[in-house]
């Protein structure tokens, strides 16, 4: 998924929590996120992605990941996007 959007994505890790994230080439970051090359994933794989949300505007996506990790944030993913 290379082209000119930034994406958010949220991964269910084996710990049963999300971690949320945001990259411009979505396969080649969970490519790294499965082989362990990302340090806050690799003790907590297999990991799955729940979802994804796509930007055409690097800080549009960069705001909603803050969002995310925000207490708001995070009851809005734990109610709407992320799977337990």
């Known amino acids: 998924m290379k082209d000119n959007f930034w994406y958010v994505y949220i991964l269910k890790c084996s710990d049963n929590k999300p971690y949320t994230g945001y990259t411009q080439d ?3 970051r969970l490519g790294r996120h499965e082989r362990g090359s990302v340090p806050a994933t690799k003790d907590r ?10 930007f055409s505007d690097k800080y549009q996506a960069l705001e909603f990941e803050k969002y995310l990790k925000s207490g708001s944030g995070r009851a809005l993913m734990n109610r709407r996007f992320y799977k337990r």
């Open 45 to 54: 794989r297999p990991i799955v992605l729940e979802n994804f949300f796509g």
């Open 26 to 28: 979505l396969n080649d």
